[in-house]
């Protein structure tokens, strides 16, 4: 099965940058190496049921506690969502 009839099967977009050049997917790349170097290495779930709620353990900390230095060392619900 091709990944575009995949992608229509479960409803799940995958938008691909320009072939070839990897700054084009930057902050996806950084998200992921994110992901899996700070939140899987010590939160490494046992099944998919675990994976799902994992994962939206990951959400809130990357928004709600996780500094980021591109953000002057603050978080982004701080920066983008605030009163």
């Given at each position: 099965m091709e990944w575009c009839e995949y992608e229509?099967?479960?409803g799940v977009s995958c938008p691909h940058g320009p072939s070839h050049t990897p700054e084009?997917?930057?902050l996806m790349e950084r998200l992921v190496k994110?992901?899996?170097e700070e939140w899987l290495m010590w939160k490494e779930p046992k099944?998919?049921?675990d994976m799902q709620s994992?994962?939206?353990g990951f959400r809130k900390w990357y928004n709600e506690v996780?500094?980021?230095s591109s953000l002057g060392y603050?978080?982004?619900k701080e920066v983008h969502?605030?009163?």
């Open positions: 229509e099967i479960r084009a997917q930057g994110t992901l899996k099944n998919i049921l994992s994962l939206e996780r500094d980021h603050r978080v982004p969502y605030a009163a």
